[in-house]
C-alpha cells in the first residue's frame, strides 16, 4: 500500500522534525504500508529545509516563497504528491504529537467504513478534543470508539483514496491561509463522499491563542483591523470566497452581515461575542 503524507512548515523545524519522525515510525508499525512525505517549505530561515534534507531520505521538499501560508503552501505540496497516483493520501500539521500507532488508527477507521471516504484524526490537549470532525452546526464531534459521520473536517490529520482525489481533486489554493480545509469537506459530500471521525484521537495539539490576533481587544483598533486583514486572520477575500463557494445565496446578506458586524465589534474596540 502506497501512502503519500503531505504537510507543510515554516520556522518550526523542532516541531516538523518530530512530526516526521513519529509518521515515519507509525508507518513502519503497519505491514506492507510504505511512504513518502511531501513537505512545502515556505521560506523557513531557521534551517528546517536543511534538516529536511539531512535527516530524511523520504522526503520530498518542495520551495515556498515566503508568503505562500497554509492553504497554497497544502496546495504546492499535494499536488506534486498526487502526480504518484498513490493509494491514500495524509494530510498533517507538523505541530502535532502523533501517538505511535497515528497510521494504524486511520486505516483501520477506513476500513471499518467499507466505503471511499474521508477519515479526519482528532486530536486533544489536557482532555479536551481540539481539532478534528465537526458536525453540520460545525461543533466538534469527540472520538468515541466508533466511527461518526461529519460535515466538515480540520486537516491536521485527514485522510483520503486515490477515487476522492480523482473526482474531487486538490484543495483550493487560491485561499490565502485558512479555509481550504472546509472547503474540501464541503466538496467531498457534494461529490458523494462521507467523511467519518476516526474512532480514537491520533495526537495532541494545542489550539491556537487568540492572544495577538484580531480577537485581542487589548490591542489598538487599528492594529487590530490589521490583523483582520492579513493572510492570516479573516481576510475579505478568503471569507466571501469560502461562503460564496459553500453557501445558498439566500444566505450570503447573513454572511455580509457578519464580516460587517466584526468590524464594527473592532471599531468599537470589544471583544467578540463568545459563541
Not at 27 to 51: F, H, L, N, Q, W
Request: charged share 25%; proline share 2%; glycine share 6%.
Amino acid at each position: 500500500m502506497k501512502l503519500a503524507i503531505v504537510m507543510c512548515s515554516h520556522n518550526r523545524k523542532n516541531l516538523t522534525k518530530r512530526s516526521i519522525l513519529q509518521l515515519n515510525q507509525s508507518v513502519m508499525r503497519c505491514a506492507d504500508v510504505s511512504c513518502k512525505i511531501y513537505v512545502c517549505d515556505d521560506g523557513s530561515t531557521d534551517g528546517t529545509p536543511e534538516m529536511l534534507k539531512e535527516c530524511f531520505e523520504n522526503v520530498v521538499l518542495l520551495t515556498g516563497t515566503g508568503k505562500l501560508y497554509w492553504c497554497k503552501s497544502m496546495h504546492m505540496a499535494m499536488k506534486e504528491a498526487v502526480k504518484e497516483n498513490y493509494d491514500f493520501y495524509l494530510m498533517v500539521n507538523d505541530d502535532t504529537d502523533f501517538k505511535d500507532n497515528v497510521i494504524q488508527i486511520m486505516l483501520e477507521s477506513y476500513e471499518k467504513a467499507g466505503k471511499s471516504c474521508g477519515i479526519v484524526g482528532s486530536m486533544s490537549f489536557e482532555n479536551n478534543c481540539t481539532y478534528g470532525g465537526r458536525n453540520a452546526d460545525k461543533i466538534l464531534l469527540q472520538p468515541n470508539g466508533r466511527l461518526q459521520e461529519c460535515n466538515w473536517a480540520n486537516w491536521n490529520c485527514f485522510l483520503i483514496d486515490r477515487e476522492i482525489v480523482k473526482k474531487v481533486g486538490i484543495i483550493d489554493g487560491k485561499y490565502q491561509h485558512a479555509c481550504g480545509d472546509f472547503d474540501y469537506s464541503y466538496r467531498m459530500l457534494q461529490t458523494g463522499f462521507p467523511i467519518f471521525v476516526a474512532a480514537d484521537y491520533v495526537g495532541e495539539a494545542q489550539r491556537n491563542s487568540l492572544k495577538g490576533t484580531y480577537h485581542d481587544y487589548s490591542l489598538t483598533r487599528r492594529k487590530r483591523l490589521k490583523l483582520l486583514f492579513s493572510p492570516k486572520g479573516l481576510p475579505a477575500y478568503s471569507y466571501f470566497r469560502y461562503h460564496i463557494k459553500t453557501s445558498k445565496i439566500k444566505e450570503l446578506p447573513q454572511y455580509i452581515y457578519s464580516y460587517i458586524s466584526i468590524i464594527g465589534y473592532i471599531l468599537l474596540n470589544k471583544e467578540f461575542k463568545k459563541s
